[in-house]
């Protein structure tokens, strides 16, 4: 079973509260031994400086100033000491007995050959003392430690709301619902937080909306696209295709009719050629063959040179010599790309010229439209329309950005920087 964080935070508090306090213990008894040791001393000195003043009398009475001196015990030699009631636990004893034993060993006193006392240390009320400073240490450790766990839960719970609303809202939006937000709150991180969610979802819901209208508009371009193509079919290839048919006619009642056959012979051809030239328009604007059959280089000449032959604008075209070769789908993306931007130029940038550049630097392949036309205001740039969509699309599809650099009377600049590494194959 995984604790939770607060369990973590908690366990992690009360080990180092438990570490310091035993750290601290250890040098509160290393300090009191130090004392002990002290104050036997002096009432050993103390002792010995009383019997020195003592009279040589076999007289008990005599003795009582040294009953009444501290960290000092009176016995006969061989006598057993009488067991008191300790006030402390008896390991402080026994931590504190060896250097008591080394450093104070009992001594005799001798008043007369029969007359002997034994003077030994006696630690009790020092040892006292020690335990009570170590009770002290303990009780303050323990009321720390309670106010710490008790801050801690406080600031805890403040941070898991926090956290169980964030992921609320996650769910929401998890399950559709972008207009989930969290509620501010009095704490700065909290509100931090909040903002960035907030603005999280708020971009949602903005890409949502893109996304539906970038769909509408898709849609009513495939629509547009499907209703051209029935009238190419229908208007140009069907009329071609009458003509044709028309004039095979005519030739076949006019068979004994020379001149008659060749002047509809050269209409039947003319007819060909035009039937030729669109159903390769046709093509052309449908998939780009040309890419597959000349490369990309040869297939950007021609696209360049045709829409500059039949817009009437000037296009030079600059491409490095050291281009690398790209994939199918790459080449197909940066060719619709280059030709979605040429047609926005012919529609609405009212140029008269136009300069595409190639260009390839540290595996990045920089591509550039720039044209001297009217540019774009700022509502045209922070709502592009479909062209610049998917010219957008294509970049991303390219694992790369697409720049505009414009402003109103100045024309526009497409700047795209292709990380070839990354390329689609």
């Avoid at 019997?51 to 009398?57: I, K, N, Q």
């Avoid at 006598?79 to 005799?108: D, K, N, V, Y």
């Avoid at 495939?222 to 006619?249: K, M, P």
């Avoid at 051809?269 to 052309?284: E, M, N």
């Amino acid at each position: 079973m995984r604790l939770t964080l607060a369990a973590r935070v908690h366990l992690s508090v009360l080990a180092a509260f438990a570490l310091v306090m035993l750290v601290t213990l250890l040098m509160l008894l290393r300090q009191a031994e130090k004392d002990v040791m002290r104050e036997l001393e002096s009432g050993r000195a103390l002792a010995v400086h009383v019997f020195a003043g003592l009279t040589r009398e076999a007289d008990p009475q005599s003795l009582a100033p040294l009953e009444r001196i501290r960290h000092v015990r009176l016995a006969r030699p061989g006598q057993s000491m009488p067991r008191e009631e300790l006030e402390f636990p008896g390991w402080l004893l026994t931590w504190m007995a060896p250097a008591i034993e080394r450093s104070f060993p009992p001594f005799i006193l001798s008043f007369t050959d029969d007359q002997q006392w034994v003077i030994s240390a006696d630690p009790h009320d020092e040892l006292e003392e020690v335990w009570e400073s170590v009770l002290l240490l303990v009780g303050v450790f323990a009321v720390a430690l309670l106010l710490s766990h008790l801050v801690i839960h406080l600031g805890l719970r403040r941070g898991l709301l926090a956290y169980r609303n964030l992921s609320l809202g996650l769910q929401q939006i998890r399950g559709g619902d972008l207009r989930a937000r969290m509620e501010p709150s009095q704490q700065p991180e909290l509100n931090h937080i909040a903002e960035r969610f907030n603005g999280m979802a708020a971009a949602l819901q903005r890409a949502e909306a893109s996304n539906r209208q970038l769909t509408h508009a898709l849609m009513n371009l495939q629509e547009r696209e499907r209703a051209e193509l029935a009238h190419a079919l229908h208007d140009d290839l069907g009329q071609y295709l009458t003509g044709i048919r028309a004039q095979a006619y005519m030739l076949r009642e006019a068979a004994e009719r020379p001149a008659y056959v060749r002047d509809h012979g050269g209409r039947l051809l003319a007819a060909c050629d035009g039937l030729q030239d669109g159903f390769r328009r046709l093509v052309r604007e449908l998939h780009p063959v040309v890419l597959e059959r000349m490369g990309l280089e040869q297939a950007l000449r021609q696209l360049t040179e045709q829409w500059q032959h039949q817009q009437q604008i000037r296009c030079d075209l600059e491409l490095a010599a050291d281009l690398p070769e790209l994939p199918a789908e790459a080449r197909t993306h940066l060719y619709r790309l280059l030709q979605e931007a040429l047609n926005n130029v012919a529609r609405h940038a009212q140029a008269n010229q136009v300069q595409v550049r190639l260009a390839f630097r540290q595996d990045v392949m920089e591509v550039s439209v720039q044209d001297n036309g009217r540019g774009l205001n700022t509502e045209e740039t922070s709502e592009p329309g479909l062209g610049l969509l998917s010219m957008q699309e294509r970049a991303r599809c390219l694992n790369g950005l697409l720049k505009m650099i414009t402003s109103p009377g100045r024309g526009l600049l497409l700047l795209l920087e292709i990380p070839l590494a990354g390329a689609p194959s």
